[in-house]
């Protein structure tokens, strides 16, 4: 019996529940992957669950998949950081795609993710028959997201259907499924983009050096500030590439990413910075603006 | 997101020393669309600065396009999230939202209000401390506010805080509060709800919310977010029970190590306690409670550890670490069960149960009674069908450790899995274990089934025909039983219209009771095949659920299902019986293939199609299979001893 109760912090609680989620589905699956997309909710996904199999390795491995566009910094701290902590890294890459040249330059941004990414993703599932998915998605991002349960279950297509999720009891959760069938687990359900960077903060967790401002070479089309990566760009008339100071606030694939322009080259800077804005995290991201309940509807095609 | 502190500007690292210190509330909003629920909620989020200006804009565009407000901010559009509902103008589902303040953090359970809609109801607040019940200042206690009231203290939430909202349309007045809040009290104490906070609200205007109304100078109460943010949280109360870990997962890197992960539902534990390992009841003492970050001194509930043992004993999944008043250990129960899924709860249906992190198989009785929920009636059921809740005894396959679900709902509460679609189909809080399964031994018998096969010289098995009314199931049962019976061996057949002349003759021919008929015919055949018979099983059995659970009560290789497949036309058109002729023509009800499913099986040991195969053929067939599994064998000369 204790004393005087403890008082667990809201990290402290989202950290166990976190971790009781990952056990559970080592426990009930027969193939299970993680998902990392190297960004700072990955990070945070790949900390927890190290602690959550602590002192034992990581009991499956985690996915990549590759579009071909990511920032290079995002690849170089990939393979720095699965070297380092030993981590059975696998990275896919649809190979109709890269055959037919898909991009987002030559394609637009709907056809590139959907190929290479949404696509992409089942391919991998398929062809390791990975049977859950652990997924970095918060429930704070958007509002189809609100309703995700945690345990989210999709048919032999990959597809979600709102109407047939299982009720979440308590913190039991029902991880039986039939042959072909999968579940996305999303661990980090209950954290705000607050929570993230506090974690990470308080949790020392390396991130992309992407997340910190720097000068780097820009443009700005369309009111969204692209960073040129590599050559593959093609510039418009006109466009001359500057050197800005500017910083991430999420990352994907470089064409389709906006950066803000930004000093904060401090973890505490950041969380000052963000606490301090007044746009969304997603906003950055060129894919959302498309229509209204776009998101759901790609949930619904199977993207994550 | 401007969190309003002055510290985010002068000295960000104080202020996130400050914000790593927030504890966390989980609450529930209760209330429909017309209370003012989802305006609270925006509200809120508004309030505590968690909309951006890019939200912002696109919420104004929303109110002008599909608002309900007129053009002004119409908040409870910042929550409707699923294109669907938006359409319909309501939310359909539970949704989390989250919001914290400069002392906590906030996660939300929004649910509709709606009566269909208690299947969402009860998850959202399985989850929750606290219930904001909303009531509209203008019409008082409704019949959804009682059942909200009941929902909420059945699910075990104790504290409520009762939102009386829109007072701006009742011009702030007392009286009309009071009224509110003493008829609701008086409510309230009759489900076992006496920790009721209740303010007066303006969600629309923000009286009351985060500061407090000058509408209001009679109001001496907390405002709502001050509420929020001073209410004692489950967790903390939690941690005074006794130990209860349900093991999760056994973490075995190599030799040296054996740890059992899991998160702790209640009390507190220390190396060096003594704990108990249920359902075994094995002692031993902790030696290390380990984590990522160094061995902890002690860990209490809500953590998420491992624990090392001193002694090498029995443990896994499933399993409960505890200490203290340990948990009782039983396998028949008497539980309140809350229906989920579409298909009605059938009693005597094998069912998956999930308390914890154990998974075993379950029967539900015919519920005692249901209870309606709006007026707390107790009703006489047959099943539960989609939202309802009744009163029913359940009964495992297994022992298993336990609490009553008012002292502990992580084990005491559980979920009930279809054992086909693998959906979840009900939830059920623990009672109290009925004392019949602590007398009831099995009789360790000295003349066993084996023996009794052995004196026939046989193996004991069950050839289950199931096929459609008319597909020739009897005729061909009859034709195998003539063979082996030529061929001395010792067999019976249980036949569909013969057993409901005597011991199935109370049942008829609805969902419930097809299972029930199933389950007893089961059971007999479960006797038979204990007799060392060869038993011949010859009934529609249309449902692939109850066809598994004959099969699940005998040995793996004692059960043969034969499907005698003959389609629907074929089968009509024979109509041996009439039987047909009468369902088509409405004089018959529930009639298998007219107006009532069947579930063909989907891997049958044998698979007779009718239309390629004679009846003659079909029994030749069945024997050749029994030969085959070496369930009988020719020539053979008597037991070998």
Aim: with cysteine; glycine share 8%; proline share 4%.
């Amino acid at each position: 019996m204790s004393d005087t109760p403890i008082a667990l912090t809201h990290l402290q609680r989202l950290e166990a529940e976190s971790i009781h989620i990952m056990r559970e589905v080592v426990a009930e699956s027969d193939n299970p992957v993680m998902l990392y997309s190297i960004g700072k909710d990955s990070a945070v996904m790949l900390h927890l669950a190290i602690k959550a199999f602590f002192p034992a390795k990581l009991p499956f491995p985690l996915l990549h998949v590759d579009t071909r566009w990511k920032f290079r910094e995002m690849i170089t701290f990939r393979d720095a950081l699965a070297k380092r902590l030993g981590l059975d890294l696998l990275v896919h890459t649809n190979p109709d795609g890269l055959a037919q040249g898909i991009g987002p330059f030559t394609h637009g941004s709907a056809v590139h993710t959907d190929v290479m990414k949404t696509q992409g993703l089942k391919q991998a599932l398929d062809q390791y028959g990975f049977d859950v998915a652990f997924g970095g998605a918060r429930r704070d991002e958007e509002k189809s997201r609100a309703k995700e349960r945690i345990f989210s279950f999709r048919s032999e297509q990959h597809r979600w259907d709102p109407k047939q999720q299982r009720p979440e009891l308590w913190r039991t959760y029902n991880a039986r499924k039939h042959k072909g069938e999968s579940i996305r687990v999303f661990p980090l359900s209950n954290w705000t983009e607050l929570d993230i960077w506090q974690y990470i903060h308080l949790e020392n967790i390396p991130l992309v050096p992407l997340y910190f401002a720097d000068k780097r070479p820009v443009v700005e089309r369309d009111g969204t500030l692209i960073m040129v990566d590599d050559d593959r760009m093609p510039l418009r008339p006109g466009e001359t590439p500057q050197m800005k100071s500017v910083r991430f606030r999420t990352l994907g694939c470089y064409p389709l990413t906006g950066a803000v322009e930004s000093t904060a080259a401090t973890l505490p800077e950041i969380i000052q910075e963000m606490l301090l804005t007044t746009t969304s995290e997603r906003q950055g991201r060129v894919i959302d603006h498309d229509q209204a309940a776009s998101m759901e509807k790609k949930k619904q095609e199977g993207y994550f | 997101m401007a969190h309003i502190s002055d510290l985010i500007e002068s000295d960000i690292d104080a202020y996130l020393l400050q914000h790593q210190h927030k504890s966390l509330l989980r609450f529930i909003t209760c209330g429909s669309v017309d209370d003012g629920k989802s305006t609270l909620i925006g509200r809120l989020l508004y309030d505590s600065k968690m909309i951006f200006e890019d939200q912002m804009a696109a919420l104004e565009a929303d109110s002008k396009r599909i608002g309900t407000q007129g053009g002004e901010i119409d908040f409870a559009l910042l929550v409707d999230g699923l294109a669907a509902e938006r359409e319909q103008g309501i939310t359909i589902d539970v949704a989390y939202r989250f919001f914290s303040t400069e002392k906590r953090k906030f996660i939300v359970a929004d649910t509709p209000g709606h009566e269909q809609y208690t299947r969402n109801m009860v998850t959202g607040a399985s989850t929750a401390d606290l219930a904001i019940i909303l009531v509209d200042a203008r019409k008082g206690i409704l019949t959804q506010t009682r059942r909200h009231s009941y929902l909420v203290s059945l699910i075990g939430i104790k504290k409520v805080v009762l939102a009386v909202n829109k007072m701006d349309l009742v011009g702030f007045d007392q009286t009309v509060f009071d009224t509110i809040v003493r008829d609701y009290r008086a409510f309230a104490a009759q489900v076992g709800l006496d920790d009721v906070t209740a303010i007066p609200i303006s969600g629309l205007r923000g009286d009351n919310i985060a500061s407090r109304s000058d509408q209001t100078p009679w109001f001496d109460g907390p405002v709502l977010i001050e509420h929020l943010e001073n209410v004692p949280l489950d967790e903390e109360i939690r941690q005074q029970g006794p130990l209860r870990l349900p093991v999760q997962w056994v973490n075995r890197p190599d030799l040296d190590f054996r740890g059992f992960a899991g998160q702790i539902a209640s009390g507190s534990v220390r190396p060096g306690d003594t704990i108990r390992v249920l359902p075994s009841g094995k002692q031993s003492k902790v030696a290390r409670i380990v984590t990522y970050d160094g061995d902890l001194d002690l860990a209490v509930a809500g953590q998420s550890v491992t624990l090392t043992l001193e002694d090498e004993i029995d443990c896994s999944r499933g399993d409960i670490i505890a200490s203290g008043n340990p948990p009782e250990v039983a396998d028949q129960f008497e539980t309140t069960i809350i229906w989920m899924a579409e298909e009605p709860l059938l009693p005597g249906r094998a069912y998956w149960l999930k308390i914890g992190a154990k998974l075993v198989s379950a029967t539900v009785t015919e519920p005692k009674y249901k209870v309606n929920v709006n007026t707390l009636e107790h009703l006489a059921a047959k099943a539960l069908t989609l939202n309802e809740i009744g009163v029913c005894n359940i009964s495992l396959d297994q022992q298993i450790a336990f609490d009553p679900y008012k002292d502990n709902v992580d084990t005491g509460g559980f979920i009930l899995i279809d054992r086909m679609t693998n959906a979840t189909v009900g939830i059920g809080l623990i009672h109290f274990a009925l004392r019949r399964s602590q007398n009831i031994h099995w009789q360790a018998l000295d003349v066993n089934k084996t023996s009794r096969a052995d004196l026939k010289g046989q193996k004991p098995a069950i050839l289950w025909f199931t096929g459609l009314s008319g597909s020739g199931k009897s005729t061909i049962a009859n034709l195998v039983e003539k063979q082996l019976y030529g061929m001395g061996r010792h067999t019976t057949t249980l036949d569909g219209d013969n057993v409901r002349h005597g011991l199935n003759r109370d049942l008829g021919f609805t969902d419930a009771d097809r299972v029930e008929n199933i389950r007893r015919v089961a059971e007999v055949s479960k006797l038979m095949v204990e007799a060392g018979l060869i038993c011949l099983v010859s009934f529609i059995s249309p449902f692939r659920s109850e066809r598994q659970m004959a099969r699940d009560l005998v040995e793996g290789a004692e059960f043969l299902e034969v499907f005698i497949d003959t389609p629907l036309a074929v089968a009509e058109a024979r109509d041996v019986k009439g039987l047909y002729k009468k369902a088509r023509s409405g004089d018959l009800k529930n009639f298998t293939g007219i107006d009532s499913p069947y579930e063909a099986p989907d891997a049958a040991e044998i698979h007779i199609d009718t239309t390629k195969t004679t009846p003659e053929q079909a029994a030749d067939l069945i024997i050749q299979k029994l030969r085959d599994r070496g369930l009988i064998r020719d020539g053979w000369q008597g037991p070998e001893i």
